[in-house]
T-cell receptor, first 114, second 116 residues
Framework: AQSVTQLGSHVSVSEGALVLLRCNYS??????LFWYVQYPNQGLQLLLK??????LVKGINGFEAEFKKSETSFHLTKPSAHMSDAAEYFC????????????FGRGTSLIVHP | GAGVSQTPSNKVTEKGKYVELRCDPI?????LYWYRQSLGQGPEFLIY????????DSGLPNDRFFAVRPEGSVSTLKIQRTERGDSAVYLC??????????????FGPGTRLTVL
């Protein structure tokens, strides 16, 4: 069994400020963890993934996430927000065998103010 | 190259009607997934194909939902006797397959289904 909790349905930041989107997971097996971004009227796009290599994972568009097993967390960060980062962000978890079908969180809407 | 495409982009139907939603995966991708995304929720898994066969259909909510992929490429999600609760965005994704490893899923833009 696996699940994801994303804290905060909406996060609002100013342009240039730090972005922090929180994700906690539950998994009965060592997990794979993902962050996806969804822009309006577009499909989900993979930002980054953790698959048991380095615990600090760097993704596209300057985002990164750190896998912390002791905290069962995989928070997404970006040092400086840009207006173009405004989108819906989804954290997801999957097991390490079989079809790797992810279980998604409910999503966090990132709002960036000028 | 072309990504995953889904048609129609929007579908409005009446309660009780039958609908078909189509997914064209990336050429050469053997794995295909269907998800449903309700308002304010993350995508929810419905069914997964490996080639022509449904490898996992545990996410289909009931027997009104059915999906096929007869030639291992295009897939059709079929919903019979639609209900208002079926209203959602239906997402399709595809990935290549290699034994023992994770392969990135590429998502289409979705079909927004509205049941009146």
């Amino acid at each position: 069994a696996q699940s994801v909790t994303q804290l905060g349905s909406h996060v609002s930041v100013s342009e240039g400020a730090l972005v922090l989107l929180r994700c906690n997971y539950s998994s009965s097996v060592p997990p794979y963890l993902f962050w996806y971004v969804q822009y309006p009227n577009q499909g989900l796009q993979l930002l980054l993934k953790y698959t048991s290599a380095a615990t600090l994972v760097k993704g596209i568009n300057g985002f990164e996430a750190e896998f912390k097993k002791s905290e069962t967390s995989f928070h997404l960060t970006k040092p400086s927000a840009h207006m173009s980062d405004a989108a819906e962000y989804f954290c997801a978890v999957s097991g390490r065998r079989g079809s790797y079908i992810p279980t998604f969180g409910r999503g966090t809407s990132l709002i960036v103010h000028p | 190259g072309a990504g995953v495409s889904q048609t129609p982009s929007n579908k409005v139907t009446e309660k009780g009607k039958y609908v078909e939603l189509r997914c064209d995966p990336i050429s050469g991708h053997t794995a295909l997934y269907w998800y449903r995304q309700s308002l304010g929720q993350g995508p929810e898994f419905l069914i997964y194909f490996q080639g022509t066969g449904a490898a996992d259909d545990s996410g289909l909510p009931n027997d009104r939902f059915f999906a096929v992929r007869p030639e291992g490429s295009v897939s059709t999600l079929k919903i019979q006797r639609t209900e208002r609760g079926d209203s959602a965005v239906y997402l399709c994704a595809s990935s290549s397959t290699s034994r023992g490893g994770y392969n990135e899923q590429f998502f289409g833009p979705g079909t927004r289904l509205t049941v009146l």
